[in-house]
C-alpha cells in the first residue's frame, strides 16, 4: 500500500517564497505529481517527478529524492491567486501501474 | 479544446434513489479515472479504465456502486441505490497512457 503525508495548512506572504513538504511510504514507486486545487474547482496538474533532482517551471519547483521517500514543492514570488490546496499524489506499480494515490492535501493561504 | 466534461454538475436525490453520474473524456485519452472527493477522506480513486477495459476497481466502496465505459467518448458511474454518506463530489479524470491526468470539473452529489 501508500501512506502520503503532508502538512494540513500553511500561511504565507505575498511575494515570499513557500515550501510544502510531502514525504511517502510506497511498495512501489513510479512517479511523483503535484496537483493545484482552488475552492470548489478540479484539481489542475502543475508537475511531476519520476528521478531525483529539481524540476523548475516559472514560479513552481518540485524536488523529489527517492531514498528519502520525500518531494517538496516550492512556490516563489507568492501571489494571492495562488491560495488554494495542494495535493501531492504518488503512483505505484499496483493496480495497472497508473494507478494515483493522493494525499489529502495542503491548505496554502497567501495574505497581504 | 474542450477538456473532460462531466454532468449533471449538482444532483440532490433522495435515499434509496439510483443516480448517473455522465463522463467525456479527453479525444485521444486512453485512461479515465472515476474519483470521489470528500473533507474527511480527500481524493480517492473508485476505478480506472485503460483502452475502455475496467484495470483497479478496488476503490469501490461496495456493489452499489457500479461503472462502465461502453466506448472511448463516454463512461457512466452508477450508484443504486444512493445514501447519505455517498454525499462527495465527483470527479472524472482522463489521460494519456502514463501522462498527467486532466480532472473535469466534477459533480456535486447530495444524497437526503
Known amino acids: 500500500g501508500q501512506n502520503i503525508d503532508q502538512p494540513t495548512e500553511m500561511t504565507a506572504t505575498e511575494g515570499a517564497i513557500v515550501q510544502i513538504n510531502c514525504t511517502y511510504q510506497?511498495?512501489?514507486?513510479?512517479?511523483l505529481f503535484w496537483y493545484q486545487q482552488h475552492a470548489g474547482e478540479a484539481p489542475t496538474f502543475l508537475s511531476y517527478?519520476?528521478?531525483?533532482g529539481l524540476e523548475e517551471k516559472g514560479r513552481f519547483s518540485s524536488f523529489l529524492s527517492r531514498s528519502k521517500g520525500y518531494s517538496y514543492l516550492l512556490l516563489k514570488e507568492l501571489q494571492m491567486k495562488d491560495s488554494a490546496s495542494y495535493l501531492c499524489a504518488v503512483r505505484g506499480f499496483t493496480g495497472g501501474g497508473n494507478k494515483l494515490t493522493f494525499g489529502t492535501g495542503t491548505q496554502l493561504k497567501v495574505e497581504l | 479544446d474542450a477538456g473532460v466534461i462531466q454532468s449533471p454538475r449538482h444532483e440532490v436525490t433522495e435515499m434509496g434513489q439510483e443516480v448517473t453520474l455522465r463522463c467525456k473524456p479527453i479525444s485521444g485519452h486512453n485512461s479515465l479515472f472515476w474519483y470521489r472527493q470528500t473533507m474527511m477522506r480527500g481524493l480517492e480513486l473508485l476505478i480506472y479504465f485503460n483502452n475502455n477495459v475496467p484495470i483497479d476497481d478496488s476503490g469501490m466502496p461496495e456493489d452499489r456502486f457500479s461503472a462502465k465505459m461502453p466506448n472511448a467518448s463516454f463512461s457512466t458511474l452508477k450508484i443504486q441505490p444512493s445514501e447519505p454518506r455517498d454525499s462527495a463530489v465527483y470527479f472524472c479524470a482522463s489521460s494519456f497512457g502514463a501522462d498527467e491526468q486532466f480532472f473535469g470539473p466534477g459533480t456535486r452529489l447530495t444524497v437526503l
Open positions: 517527478n519520476v528521478l531525483d
Open positions: 510506497t511498495s512501489g514507486f513510479n512517479g
